[in-house]
């Protein structure tokens, strides 16, 4: 009864820290839905003409398209689309879809019967993209199902922590930086919120959970001691992609701390590795406190270091390896266009990418000896009580 008070205790304080979090995140936040412009979703009804070689969007040009250089010609495609939500919902409109052959494109041509957003601007609907939503929503109530089914009540604690996670990201920090908060300040605080609710919620309020949040905290905090020292180490701008430089010019006169945004991705990045970590030495230490009885410090220590020395290969690769896979393309096209192997690794991008895998790494190997300190102390005391 006691454990099922505290679970439920856990999980209302969460929610609460949660809803005063966004409450505060959300202070001074500016809201960029622009309402002149019109996004619904539609189901294509059928296609009224496919134009080659259409130059409308080039007014500036004379009629001669011979003129034209073959890069700047375009197409469109013309189609008829039910709207599916939203006050017209059951309109059939006329929509358009465009492509400029020196702007790559992501969407494919298209077809009868696909879902699609529209967007309404200047007395026009547009293509504005396939509708992916919903493949999204079906392949993740799978995974919920695959959870519940193997996992149980574990699976239950599981996805309610994802959420929870997913929440404090999306809710909390997200608004947090847009309405311009420290964003070093706040990645800290949804670090150390998401690790001990997790922890909570899956292991239970008790000193297995008490000795994980203790180690993954302080690895997480090595992490990010490592990201800011080499941040000026390194001399880093924070301008690392397109997408970086798009941030420096944020609507309502935003002003971005990029270099904050490294550090913030770090942590977070690196969390998920060195939670697996911290909690994976404080649960096996568990079980030979249970197995063997009565042990002794150095022995509970020298089994943590032990069993950390085999999960940190693993680790390592998973942490490193999904950093590469994330950034592919762009490590791909940097070398294939920047002339030298020196000037590759030297990049700002190739730089960020190295630090955050290294930095994370620290963090995984700052987590195993602290956890398995953690839980030296802490299960010993369960041992000096027993004797007495």
């Given at each position: 009864m006691r454990i099922r008070?505290?679970?439920?205790?856990?999980?209302?304080i969460a929610f609460l820290f949660l809803i005063i979090g966004s409450k505060i995140a959300s202070i001074g936040m500016i809201n960029f839905q622009n309402p002149s412009q019109e996004i619904v979703r539609a189901k294509v009804e059928r296609i009224v003409d496919r134009i080659e070689n259409n130059f409308d969007f080039l007014d500036d040009f004379d009629d001669d398209y011979n003129d034209i250089p073959l890069m700047m010609q375009g197409s469109k495609t013309i189609f008829e689309a039910k709207i599916l939500n939203g006050r017209r919902k059951g309109e059939i409109v006329t929509a358009s879809q465009r492509f400029i052959n020196m702007l790559p494109s992501n969407d494919r041509d298209i077809s009868r019967n696909a879902s699609v957003l529209l967007t309404y601007s200047n007395n026009e609907w547009h293509f504005n993209g396939f509708y992916r939503i919903n493949g999204l929503v079906w392949l993740g109530v799978l995974f919920v199902l695959c959870v519940l089914i193997l996992g149980r009540r574990k699976g239950v604690n599981t996805i309610l922590s994802l959420g929870l996670t997913c929440a404090a990201i999306f809710t909390v920090f997200i608004?947090?930086?847009?309405?311009?908060?420290?964003?070093?300040?706040?990645?800290?605080?949804?670090?150390v919120y998401t690790t001990v609710v997790t922890l909570l919620i899956v292991i239970g309020f008790n000193k297995k959970s008490l000795a994980s949040v203790a180690g993954c905290v302080s690895g997480i905090l090595v992490a990010g001691i490592i990201a800011l020292v080499m941040d000026r180490v390194?001399?880093?701008?924070?301008?690392?992609?397109?997408?970086?430089?798009?941030?420096?010019?944020?609507?309502?006169?935003?002003?971005?701390?990029?270099?904050?945004?490294?550090?913030?991705?770090?942590?977070?990045g690196a969390m998920g590795?060195?939670?697996?970590?911290?909690?994976?030495?404080?649960s096996s230490l568990w079980e030979i406190k249970e197995k063997a009885g009565v042990i002794g410090f150095s022995s509970l220590f020298r089994s943590g270091l032990n069993i950390g020395r085999d999960i940190m290969g693993s680790m390592a690769n998973t942490l490193i390896l999904a950093y590469i896979g994330s950034s592919l393309s762009v490590v791909l096209l940097l070398s294939v266009f920047s002339g030298s192997t020196l000037n590759l690794f030297n990049s700002e991008m190739i730089a960020v990418e190295i630090l955050q895998a290294l930095a994370g790494s620290f963090g995984i190997l700052a987590a195993m000896p602290l956890t398995a300190l953690f839980c030296s102390i802490l299960y010993l005391k369960d041992n000096k009580n027993e004797n007495k």
């Open positions: 008070i505290t679970y439920l205790a856990t999980i209302i608004p947090a930086i847009l309405s311009e908060k420290n964003i070093y300040l706040m990645a800290i605080l949804v670090c390194l001399n880093l701008s924070g301008i690392v992609d397109e997408h970086s430089r798009y941030l420096i010019n944020m609507p309502g006169g935003i002003k971005l701390n990029l270099r904050a945004l490294i550090f913030a991705g770090i942590i977070i590795a060195i939670m697996d970590v911290a909690i994976s030495i404080a």
